[in-house]
T-cell receptor, first 114, second 114 residues
Framework: KNQVEQSPQSLIILEGKNCTLQ??????????LRWYKQDTGRGPVSLTIMTFSENTKSNGRYTATLDADTKQSSLHITASQLSDSASYIC?????????????FGRGTSLIVHP | ETGVTQTPRHLVMGMTNKKSLKCEQHLGHNAMYWYKQSAKKPLELMFVYNFKEQTENNSVPSRFSPECPNSSHLFLHLHTLQPEDSALYLC?????????????FGSGTQLSVL
């Protein structure tokens, strides 16, 4: 069964600090991995996508890494801001025939305090 | 804004009521989705429509009835719901339902069933 596990479940940090969120998956055959950010009261918004051949990708202060061998991904947030407070969801897609089947993680809830 | 609009944002209903959730996308996408998001649980795919045709019904109870009159509009008709159906209902769209490389989500309808 395809699964995506995220850790920690929740995280509280001070503004300006860095943090790293983890995503472990057992999805096969692997197609791609996306990190979404979901603000309170909003739908998820895609931050970045990683394919099998990519090890790292940055989007501003967000840097995602992927280790396809160990089936792990991380999302590193640098110099956190209050607006980074949100839920971060890891989504791993498997390719089945011509379709892509996404499996969602439960998300990590990040709170950034001033 | 993501280009996907959902109404209403909040809904409170009794178990004997009938209500409908509405979703509209302005992105020219061909696929639309309904997801259920409950607290502490991963997003659950409910229905998929690709070119107005329902391509997936993820074992959803018949008290949820989707309708897709065209590629830009999606409805979720609700009747005789249970308290455990209380959740955030998210609509999403993608360019191609067979290969949903990127999902664009609406802000969701927060549903409370009393």
């Amino acid at each position: 069964k395809n699964q995506v596990e995220q850790s920690p479940q929740s995280l509280i940090i001070l503004e300006g600090k860095n943090c790293t969120l983890q995503c472990n998956y057992t999805v096969s055959p692997f197609s791609n991995l996306r990190w979404y950010k979901q603000d309170t009261g909003r739908g998820p918004v895609s931050l970045t996508i990683m394919t099998f051949s990519e090890n790292t990708k940055s989007n501003g202060r967000y840097t995602a890494t992927l280790d396809a061998d160990t089936k792990q991904s991380s999302l590193h947030i640098t110099a956190s801001q209050l607006s980074d407070s949100a839920s971060y969801i890891c989504v791993v897609s498997a390719k089945s025939g011509g379709s892509y089947i996404p499996t969602f993680g439960r998300g990590t809830s990040l709170i950034v305090h001033p | 804004e993501t280009g996907v609009t959902q109404t209403p944002r909040h809904l409170v209903m009794g178990m004997t009521n009938k209500k409908s959730l509405k979703c509209e996308q302005h992105l020219g996408h061909n696929a639309m989705y309904w997801y259920k998001q409950s607290a502490k649980k991963p997003l659950e795919l409910m229905f998929v429509y690709n070119f107005k045709e329902q391509t997936e019904n993820n074992s959803v109870p018949s008290r949820f009835s989707p309708e897709c009159p065209n590629s830009s509009h999606l409805f979720l008709h609700l009747h005789t719901l249970q308290p455990e159906d209380s959740a955030l209902y998210l609509c999403a769209s993608s360019q191609d339902g067979g290969a949903p490389e990127k999902l664009f989500f609406g802000s969701g309808t927060q549903l409370s069933v009393l």
